[in-house]
């Protein structure tokens, strides 16, 4: 049984598309995460959401739009796409966001831009 | 501005031999500090986390980190590393109140047979 699931796993598209990328996690959590591992391997964070609410929103170029329907789902929708946006991102969840919680991640999702 | 250093981008070793990896954190308090390991094509593990009491913290896996906070280090050890520890590893702090992970650059680590 998953508990952090993310669709799609590999994602190939042409630059100026938009696209989307889902995640769902199981777990009960209240506070879900996005971050971006760059072909270096170096993860950072983007965005956070806590029950539904937005709580950290790192430098990020606005036509990245996390959406978070519910607590259990954290969506990522990324308009005009470019080649640096090529990249692996990750979708985490924790129990409540404190500092002390355990983030689980999902599997993530390589996004290859052409 | 606070960062994660990890000083070893790549570690080779011999299946069976001990593992140290390094981690050090520039900030003006203790962090609350994090090891998570990423298997090839997977998404990341934690390992084990430090915040507070005994600076000697035991991890999944067979472990182990020691917190110094003279030398703002959190490093990893393993007393003999299996082949399936060969992944990449990432030491990661959090400053704030809601659980910004800040990570170091990775480590990848090789196990040779």
């Known amino acids: 049984d998953t508990a952090v699931s993310q669709t799609p796993k590999y994602l190939v598209t042409q630059m100026g598309n938009d696209k989307s990328i889902k995640c769902e996690q199981n777990?009960?959590?209240?506070?879900m995460y996005w971050y971006k591992q760059d072909s270096k391997k170096f993860l950072k964070i983007m965005f956070s959401?806590?029950?539904?609410?937005?709580?950290i929103n790192e430098t990020v170029p606005n036509r990245f739009s996390p959406k978070s329907p519910d607590k259990a789902h954290l969506n990522l929708h990324i308009n005009s796409l470019e080649l640096g946006d090529s990249a692996v991102y990750f979708c985490?969840?924790?129990?409540?966001?404190?500092?002390?919680?355990?983030?689980?991640f999902g599997p993530g999702t390589r996004l290859t831009v052409l | 501005a606070q960062s994660v250093t990890q000083p070893d981008i790549h570690i080779t070793v011999s299946e069976g031999a001990s593992l140290e990896l390094r981690c050090n954190y520039s900030?003006?308090?203790?962090?609350?500090l994090f090891w998570y390991v990423q298997s090839p094509g997977q998404g990341l593990q934690l390992l084990l986390k430090?915040?507070?009491?005994?600076?000697l913290v035991q991890g999944i896996k067979g472990f182990e980190a020691e917190f110094k906070r003279s030398q703002s280090s959190f490093n990893l050890r393993k007393p003999s590393v299996h082949w399936s520890d060969a992944a990449e590893y990432f030491c990661?702090?959090?400053?704030?109140?809601?659980?910004?992970?800040?990570f170091g650059a990775g480590t990848q680590v090789v196990v040779t047979p």
């Open positions: 985490a969840s924790s129990q409540g966001g404190a500092p002390t919680d355990t983030q689980y």
């Open positions: 990661a702090v959090v400053t704030d109140s809601w659980g910004k992970l800040q």
């Open positions: 430090y915040f507070s009491g005994d600076t």
């Open positions: 959401y806590n029950n539904k609410e937005l709580i």
């Open positions: 777990l009960g959590h209240d506070t």
């Open positions: 900030y003006g308090a203790t962090p609350y």
